[in-house]
């Protein structure tokens, strides 16, 4: 084949290689491609290796599927008591319709950021200012159902918003310090008093509980003492049974050992006769004299009679 004939084929299989080549996408993960055919919408490239036919294809639009933030500016608003402030809001969004995202809007965050600004308004205007405060999440949940219905037929779906800042005026900001400051204080006061009263009745229970303590000490101590008298009196009374009964067994022992004796009678005188000079030893101003003792001869005669017989016994 003649040179000049190979260079023109070369040249050709070249450029056509080239433009299977140039014409050969790769769509990432997460990501869509929206094709166009002849100017009219044909397909949505998902994940993967695709061809595109070469000046009849083209891909209009490359789309994130993955959820994206969209952060808005502070937008100024004024509350049902006419409180202006500014809030500025955060909203979590997701492509889920390619074709409806690449044709619905012609710029879909710019309208989603008025939507959110006029929806915003609209909320806030029927709340007062304390109520805006406080209701964080009545009014997430209501801007939420809002602008997902409003992009639906943009192929968007809004899965969260969240006011970030709530900003009210100076002169308010002030106020709402001084009143945090004033609430403060009083709690603080309370918390003083309460303690101060908790402190109060803790000293007053442990006096009470001292008080107790030691009437209980006095009581024991005199259930003690009385106890110990009670015992002193016990064992005193027991010590003058016990000598009664000694004396009283002395003297029976005695009248036992007189009875053994079998003493005669003017032995019997004879201790009479010495117990009557014990009773007459000039102490006592009247005497009483035994019946037995009838005359003095008699007695006499029994004394002697006595004396003889006690002598005998001594001679012996």
């Given at each position: ?97 390619c ?33 805006t ?25 809004v ?23 004033a ?32 009437a ?12 110990a ?30 009875n ?19 009773a ?24 002697k ?11 012996k």
């Amino acid at each position: 084949m003649p040179y000049q004939v190979i260079i023109p084929i070369i040249v050709v299989v070249s450029a056509l290689l080239a433009l299977v080549i140039a014409n050969l996408k790769i769509v990432p993960q997460s990501q869509a491609f929206v094709i166009e055919r002849l100017g009219a919408y044909s397909q949505t490239w998902k994940t993967g290796i695709h061809w595109k036919i070469p000046f009849i294809e083209r891909i209009a639009k490359r789309i994130n599927l993955m959820e994206q933030v969209a952060d808005f500016p502070p937008q100024p608003v004024i509350t049902k008591d006419n409180v202006r402030m500014q809030i500025d809001t955060v909203v979590f969004f997701q492509i889920t319709d390619c074709k409806l995202y690449a044709y619905g809007h012609t710029m879909p965050m710019t309208a989603i950021e008025n939507l959110t600004a006029t929806t915003l308004r609209n909320i806030i205007g029927e709340l007062e200012l304390d109520n805006t405060l406080t209701s964080r999440d009545i009014i997430n949940t209501k801007m939420r159902s809002i602008l997902d219905e409003a992009t639906d037929p943009w192929g968007i779906k809004v899965n969260r918003v969240e006011l970030k800042n709530i900003i009210p005026p100076k002169e308010i900001q002030d106020a709402m310090e001084k009143q945090m400051k004033a609430e403060r204080e009083r709690r603080e006061a309370i918390l003083r008093a309460e303690g101060e009263k908790n402190s109060t009745i803790l000293v007053a229970q442990g006096k009470k509980e001292s008080m107790i303590l030691q009437a209980e000490a006095e009581k024991q101590s005199q259930i003690l003492k009385a106890e110990a008298n009670k015992e002193a009196k016990i064992r005193e009374a027991e010590g003058e049974a016990e000598a009664i009964l000694a004396i009283q067994k002395a003297t029976a022992d005695g009248i036992r050992m007189i009875n053994e004796a079998d003493p005669s009678e003017s032995m019997i005188a004879l201790r009479s006769l010495q117990a009557f000079e014990k009773a007459a030893d000039g102490q006592a101003t009247k005497i009483i004299i035994p019946s037995e003792i009838q005359n003095i001869t008699s007695l006499v005669a029994g004394v002697k009679e006595a004396a003889s017989e006690t002598g005998k016994k001594t001679g012996k």
